[in-house]
């Protein structure tokens, strides 16, 4: 039998509603969109919480009742975000989930961990410049460590984002200190609209990431594009034994009619299935990331 495919869907990040007008902002609307792709065959959803007007929000609170709202809902995975490069301090990037994990009802599965530092300004060809020069993704080596033991003390899995190859390297060296555990559950994030930062979203992009996976070590990894469609590498990575982290958090998808993160979800489904892996229900995919029931 071939392998579950594991969706995770990256549902608003910090997308603008004018370039896709589904973007949940809200903690009723994404406990709704939660709700919408776990019947669309989703078994994790990735969110950053949102002001009303869809500003950033870093509130624990806000955070706590958006998990609240979503187990009220579906029994979807949570995987929480640590606010990118908008919140500086370690400590205040953990704030929230540690706050959640206080109770079991809000108390996230998962919670990212980018293993290491990369410039994410956009490169605009037809200006023939940068639209921005600053924008640094600092995640220090001190920094990995204590975001990934501090999530593992409170009974959140770290989910581990990888840019490029030393990400990758990295990983191999958490897994072998005991500073993660195994199985380890890696994203590989691709970039296009000018992000440099990052592999290109093309076959050969994804497979420089995956051909440096430990092979010795139990891992599951999935893809996400940031400002690209992922469908691009769809079908590379049902056929390396990849899962698929599709969402309008992370592009728009206007080629596709601006669709609903339901939507993408169900479109990743009928792909795994026309390639013979059924999506994964939560209970699935538990066993296969080890995460322990609520």
Not at 216 to 245: D, M, P, S, Y
Request: charged share 25%; proline share 6%.
């Amino acid at each position: 039998m071939s392998k579950s495919l594991i969706i995770t869907v990256r549902i608003n990040e910090y997308m603008s509603r004018a370039l896709n007008p589904h973007v949940p902002f809200t903690p009723d609307e994404i406990a709704e969109t939660a709700a919408e792709c776990r019947a669309a065959g989703a078994s994790i959803i990735h969110f950053h919480a949102r002001t009303p007007d869809g500003g950033k929000c870093h509130a624990p609170e806000v955070y706590a009742e958006i998990v609240a709202k979503i187990r009220d809902r579906t029994d979807i995975l949570i995987d929480s975000t640590l606010g990118q490069i908008t919140v500086k301090e370690d400590e205040n990037r953990l704030a929230h989930v540690k706050l959640m994990a206080q109770k079991s009802r809000t108390r996230p599965d998962f919670a990212a961990v980018d293993t290491g530092s990369s410039n994410i300004d956009a490169y605009d060809a037809a200006q023939k410049k940068f639209l921005t020069t600053d924008k640094v993704y600092l995640n220090s080596t001190e920094t990995c460590l204590f975001l990934a033991r501090g999530m593992t003390e409170a009974g959140v899995k770290p989910h581990l984002s990888v840019w490029a190859v030393p990400f990758v390297r990295m990983v191999d060296a958490f897994l072998d200190m005991g500073a993660i555990t195994e199985p380890a559950y890696v994203q590989c994030v691709l970039a296009e609209g000018g992000i440099v930062g990052a592999h290109p979203c093309t076959p050969r992009g994804l497979e420089a990431l995956i051909d440096f996976l430990p092979p010795q070590r139990r891992i599951e990894w999935t893809v996400a594009c940031k400002e690209g469609n992922l469908f691009n590498v769809a079908t590379t990575a049902l056929e390396r034994g990849g899962h698929l982290a599709p969402g309008i958090g992370d592009y728009p998808y206007p080629e596709l009619g601006c669709p609903t993160n339901a939507q993408l979800v169900r479109r990743c489904a009928e792909l795994g299935r026309a390639m013979g892996r059924e999506p994964a229900t939560t209970d699935e995919a538990r066993r296969m990331l080890g995460i322990a029931g609520h």
